[in-house]
């Protein structure tokens, strides 16, 4: 059986864009024919999609990094360079997407509908672009735009109408045997749940609901302490919780000090999970006394909750409590889906604008350290006139000359770009 992973890092790179293409129309009996570079693909976005085939994340463990392809270059003739296919990426239903450095919540993969997390960059506009009729034969294109990269948690939390809870060995995988089609393992010692069991409760035709079998907690479980805490994140949705407890004492321990305690344990995690509508399932009420059930019954009532005595082995009062948990579920709200954080529309054409820089010295070598330049120097052609003086009208105009002046350069120093050299000339 395969390992139940609810929690994975990942980092995800959409596809950059294509970069714009250098070219000159060359037709015979066609003099001049002028500038014909056309524009770069768009990059692939990452893209994100539910597949009910999946009920955890462990695909997650074993690849961690995902990259889009880039778009294609621009070609001659005025031709655009293909967009680059979007990378699916599927995951369990229920499974929450967050940005790990700003903390936003970026999507709830309830629904069916696919969801971009990366946009992929934008192309770069072929030299055709740049034609006027001052500078009629531009001998330089732009680059293609970065693909959008980040940093994900994904963390899979179940879509549950009812979840069931209660310490371990009370009888939650033997009820949510009986009820649906579930068949979680099941036998006398602790924590032979060792993952959150989904079951469909059928009611009536056309009417039915998602029960989860949530692992025993015990306590100090919000705190960390033994399996529980692994998965109370999965209570968090279910619109009922069902509280099983054993009656009969048979694990040595007093019904109403474990109800207590796991309610304790809830308010501890959450004070919305522990306000939630709550169903109480008096379990092994057939090796129970009578005195056992009605002290038992009698303090939960006071609390003002609403007991069931049952039998899941013997499926004794199963019927009544399903038709009660239908009965409340009808009068809830549906399922608790994650509303995304706002969040600024993602503009790489702003990140384009960021011309930071450094400039140091070295053995008497000015290095220019600027990862922008890079897509610069890429469509430079460093055997052309007119392509190196837009090279250069880059480095005035974004203030990198002035700061080798301010560091005394001369005439016949060596300037470092990108690990492109050559001799400063004033």
């Known amino acids: 059986m395969a390992a139940f992973v609810d929690e994975v890092n990942i980092s995800v790179q959409a596809g950059d864009g294509g970069d714009g293409c250098v070219s000159f129309h060359r037709e015979k009996y ?202 109370l994140k999965h209570v968090e949705r279910c619109r009922l919780i069902i509280h099983v407890v054993d009656v009969s004492g048979s694990e040595c321990r007093d019904p109403i000090e474990d109800f207590e305690v796991i309610n304790r344990e809830l308010r501890r995690f959450s004070e919305e999970l522990a306000n939630a509508p709550q169903l109480v399932a008096a379990n092994k009420c057939d090796l129970a006394s009578k005195e056992q059930i009605e002290r038992f019954k009698e303090y939960v009532a006071s609390k003002g909750y609403q007991v069931f005595e049952i039998s899941a082995a013997t499926t004794q009062g199963t019927k009544e409590l399903i038709a009660a948990t239908a009965n409340e579920l009808s009068k809830l709200p549906p399922l608790k889906i994650y509303q995304p954080d706002p969040v600024e529309e993602w503009r790489p054409e702003e990140l384009a604008r960021d011309r930071s820089f450094d400039v140091r010295v070295e053995d ?51 300037v470092s770009v990108c690990g492109f050299e050559f001799d400063y000339v004033s």
């Open 364 to 414: 008497g070598v000015y290095i220019v350290d600027a990862d922008w330049l890079e897509g610069v120097l890429r469509m430079v052609d460093v055997d052309d006139y007119e392509s190196l003086q837009h090279f250069q009208l880059v480095l005035r105009s974004t203030g990198i000359i002035d700061r080798l002046i301010e560091l005394g350069i001369e005439d016949g120093d060596t």
């Open 30 to 231: 066609v003099a001049a024919g002028g500038p014909d570079g056309g524009d770069g693909g768009r990059g692939g976005n990452i893209v994100f999609l539910v597949d009910d085939n999946l009920s955890t994340l462990i695909d997650f463990r074993y690849k961690r990094k995902y990259v889009a392809a880039n778009g294609a270059n621009g070609g001659p003739n005025n031709s655009f360079g293909k967009g680059a296919d979007d990378l699916i990426i599927k995951v369990p239903r229920g499974t929450v997407v967050t940005d790990r450095q700003t903390g936003r919540l970026l999507a709830d993969m309830s629904g069916s509908e696919p969801v971009i997390i990366a946009k992929g960059g934008r192309g770069g506009r072929g030299n055709a672009r740049f034609a006027t009729a001052t500078r009629q034969i531009p001998r330089f294109a732009k680059p293609g735009f970065k693909g959008q990269k980040l940093e994900l948690k994904l963390e899979l939390k179940l879509l549950a109408d009812v979840g069931l809870v209660g310490f371990p060995n009370v009888g939650k995988s033997t009820l949510i045997s009986v009820v649906s089609s579930a068949k979680p393992k099941i036998a006398n010692y602790h924590f032979t749940t060792l993952t959150p069991v989904l079951g469909v409760v059928k009611v009536s035709e056309g009417n039915s609901f998602v029960m989860a079998d949530i692992p025993g907690l015990i306590e100090g479980a919000s705190d960390g302490i033994g399996l529980g805490h692994e998965f």
